[in-house]
DNA sequence: GCAAGGTC
């Protein structure tokens, strides 16, 4: 019997060609110049038995989806009839060749057996797969292979534990990308058409909405504005330092701080008055500081912005370079692979000799790809400056994982000096352990603490009355950016950073180097891209979570590329949120809404055309009250793109 | 000219 099976990448379909073969295995080329057909023999045991295999794949997705032509003009018929329009799928032209491979393979083959990645956009390009070869053989027999990593024995296994490919998945999907496609070309052309006229620097620009790159500019204004709108608060605080052993020990106030000055004057009188304090409590315990959690792409883009400054994308195209695969292999081969280096080598030497430790276990598992880490030893020779830097962290963050936490004691003294109650938090660390080879933390932010003994009573060296002013939040740096498009199931992994890329193109925000600048050195700094000045409205001033006090102010470092809106980014939202909906675009409400409505498909809960038919109708009533409610978009466009003072 | 999602 001749089985055809259909993996959803390159790398896929050698890895698991090379597994099932057992190395026995001829190659041939197709016309696509990525695509390769291996064919070999396998027993795939039970119903199917010995049989001879072709193993190929696709390059992602194979279809997309369009409007027919009649749908072409931006403005005949008008925008909202693309919420009913007629859609088809066709198969992009660079694409023609591998639907033509799968159509010439399945002619001889009597089952199709799909290897897609097991997430849902992998069940979905299964199904075009499916949808190619039946072009070829219209009763082919489909399977599909239920695997998370390219291991051997993991790969031998699924082989032979064939599931059916879920329809629910596929529905879930195709709704995405059919909601997607009309919510995203209506608002888009929509937009353009009747925002342009207004001239100007509007005359060119093209105006998109996207249900991610929306929010995402949403966070980004929504920042912009608690930085703008922050309104300083004054607080005062107690301080208190004791000298002891040639160390000096700062108590921090169990209050932390008031915003009131009165009461902090009669408070810190009574403590001086007390003259005295007493130690109440003296806790000493072993601590830990724990090792890095296996990558993740996206942890690895906040790294590469943070710790490497790169942006997102660079980062992820490196990373593309390296492959990931999964702990279920030996970790300690990868381990021994890394000893050759001058720089982590001796580390790595002694992981092997026994300090190996299990990688800890995210939360994370998208039963798709293994946490990102090296599969080989690269020299410091063969990497440019850019890979070299991220492979380095890629390794020693994988090194961090498969040694011990670091070891420490942690000692806590609590103290009573007039009514008032303060504490001191130190460290001591035992054993450096994964701090050694992970140079990215540091772990000495706490001292050693001099001995205290419990219930003794000093005179304190100093007690002061300090105050303070509360400061605004910090722009959203990329990694910011990520981690809230992350929290809000804004994009998927690899996406988001081209999301971001997205709202620049659209000169919806920009970015500026924040060197400890002030939000006026910002404005001054970048006119050019025109950056926001003078905005009101949103924001939540004073207060609220973003507060943060003067003393804790010092993290701006310099060269950190953070996100500003330009002023059309700030007329948009502000736009959209003064129509005030019950429905808001700017704000990840709608796409987290997507995502149940998707889950629910999966479970289920609802069919693919209940969703369709709900979410259209929900869409198109936002449209039509956008229509009506133009005027309000238009005026927040005046507002911050023309009536600017250099213009 | 327009979305988001795969991947090369």
Redesign the pocket.
Known sequence: MRVLCVA????ISKAVAGHLSGGSVQTHNTRNQ?IKNYSFDFDFGQSLGQCAVTMTCV???LT????TSEY???SYPPPDSLFNAPIVTSIHDD?KSMAKNLADQAKHARVLIIWT?C?R?GEHIGQEIVDAARKGNSSIQVKRARFSNVERAHVLSAARRLVNLDEKQVDAVSTR?EL??RI??AF??FM?NSLRPLGGAMENL?L???????PTLGFVVDRYFRVKNFVPEQFWSIKLLHNRDGKKVNFSWARSRLFDRMTTIIIYERCLAAKTAKITNVQEKPTRKFKPLPLTTVELQKAATRLLRMNGQQAMTIA?ETDRFDKGMNLKALVQKQTPDQRWGQFAQSLVNGAFSQPREGRHDDKAHPPIHPITYAAPSVLNSDEGRLYEYVVRRFLACCSEDAIGMATNIDLQYGSEAFSAHGVIVLERNYLDVFVYEKWDNTAELPKFTRGETFQPTEALMTEGKTTPPDYLTEADLIALMDANGI??D??MAE?IQ?IQDREYVATIDRGGQTAEDVDDAHTEAQPTRGGRGRGRGRGGRGRRDSGTSGGRRGGIRVFVPTQLGVALILGYDRMDFDISLSKPFLRKEMELKMRAICEGQTTREVVLRESINQYRRVFMQTQERLDVLRAACREFVFAQPHR
């Open positions: 959803e990448k390159p790398s990525y390059a992602g997705h997309h989806i369009e409007f072409k003009n931006w694409k990645d997430d956009e990308i997607d496609l995203g070309y888009t052309r353009t093209t998109s909405y996207g249900s991610c790159q929306f593309e994009g998927t690899a996406t999301h997205k």
